[in-house]
């Protein structure tokens, strides 16, 4: 049987209501992705998170009953928790798992590592999450009298604690370097072709992109990050081959560990020639993603690359047509692909298309907008192959 989870948000002055409940909605995908059952959501009004336990006194109690009355197995806090807020939590709550957004996504990724890379970077990602909550965690090994040989080994536990973790982080970086140097090896190796990387928030489409280009079968699924792996492919439009990369999904809040952890895998996408900002736009918070998944490709280096924008999934948008006389303002739910259109492709820096990867609504518009961005690097770079188009 599944665990049964409860899913606990704070509004906040920089939070509105509806931010709240939309992220909460984000946090029971990846709940459900991680195998919990979620049953019901919690949110509070505070200025800022308790200090001790996350939410107010009246809040936390309201949530202990429930707890009870329902039989719940986990707890999960839509922000990461401090080790303090975490040990107080879990004195309320005793017979209870407690976890942060940070700790379930690593969850997932480690039950969704195949390859020996990807599962030693959330290994790593692992032990620099866990390292700074090691405090009073061995506690249960101290002896509760005081006086002569009664002082008990907690605290020394602690340390012989740290010093394995940080040993075995010394280790797995080390292994890191040696894959991120076969990796290399194998980058150099395609550095003659075009390379053109998919990005953008999981579960956008990225993978079915991939195999309805490619014609190949990587594994896609409406999950959160169901792929982590980095898988690249030779494709061939008209005469015109190049290389496209399938790569880890961004999502908001990603821990900082996973991130610093995966930076090898992103290489693929700091090298690239050109990307492929993939967009969920049945996703109510889409353009939220959008600015997330900038804000990533940003901090691994890769700002300033060519992109393409792609709107994916339209056979999933759902929109309604407003009458005429109808004055109410536009709103995501009654705007036209149509309308959409003429709002954003004026707007944007860069170049933009609308399809659906699943039935391949539009897919040779976006393929010939492909065949031109990717013919005119290959002239920049090899102006004597000009035979080829």
């Known amino acids: 049987m599944k665990e049964k989870a409860i899913l606990i948000g704070l509004i906040t002055p920089d939070l509105k209501a509806e931010q709240v409940y939309e992220y909460l909605d984000e946090l029971s995908f990846l709940a459900k992705t991680a195998g919990a059952l979620p049953v019901r959501n919690f949110t509070q009004k505070l200025k800022h998170p308790d200090n001790k336990t996350f939410l107010g006194k009246g809040k936390i109690e309201e949530v202990r009953k429930y707890v009870e009355e329902e039989c719940i197995d986990i707890i999960i806090f839509d922000d990461d928790l401090t080790p303090s807020q975490i040990r107080n939590i879990e004195k309320i709550f005793l017979e209870c798992k407690i976890l942060d957004r940070s700790n379930l996504i690593l969850d997932i990724f480690a039950s969704r590592a195949q390859t020996a890379q990807a599962r030693t970077q959330v290994e790593l990602a692992q032990y620099e999450y866990l390292l700074p909550r090691l405090t ?47 990796s290399l090896t194998r980058r ?83 090298e690239s020639d050109l990307l492929i900002h993939i967009v969920d736009i049945s996703n109510p918070s889409f353009e939220d993603q959008i600015d997330i998944v900038n804000k990533t490709i940003s901090e691994i280096g890769a700002e300033n690359k060519p992109t393409i924008l792609v709107f994916n999934k339209i056979d ?33 820096e860069v170049d933009s298309m609308f399809i659906s990867a ?12 492909l065949y031109d961005r990717i013919k005119d690097l290959h002239v920049k770079r090899y102006p004597y192959n000009n035979f080829l188009y």
Do not use: C
């Open 358 to 369: 699943l039935d391949k609504t539009n897919f040779n518009s976006l393929k010939d907008m």
């Open 188 to 270: 150099k190796g395609r550095a003659d072709m075009i390379r053109v990387a998919l990005v953008g928030y999981t579960n956008a489409g990225k993978s079915t992109l991939m195999n309805k280009l490619s014609k190949s079968e990587i594994f896609a699924e409406n999950k959160l990050f169901a792929t982590l792996d980095t898988t690249v492919r030779k494709v061939v439009i008209q005469n015109l081959p190049f290389l496209l990369s399938d790569t880890v999904g961004f999502i908001r809040k990603l821990p900082h560990q996973l991130v610093e952890s995966f930076k090898s895998t992103l290489d693929e996408v700091r």
């Open 316 to 348: 999933a948008y759902s929109f309604i047509l407003k009458d005429e006389d109808d004055l109410t303002e536009f709103k995501k739910e009654n705007r036209s692909l149509e309308y959409l259109k003429d709002t954003w492709m004026n707007n944007l």
């Open 136 to 182: 009073r965690m061995w506690t249960h090994l101290e002896r509760q009298k005081g006086g002569i040989g009664m002082r008990g080994p907690g605290e020394t536990q602690i340390e012989t604690d740290r010093r394995i973790i940080k040993d075995k982080i010394a280790l797995l970086k080390n292994k890191l370097d040696k894959i991120d140097k076969q």
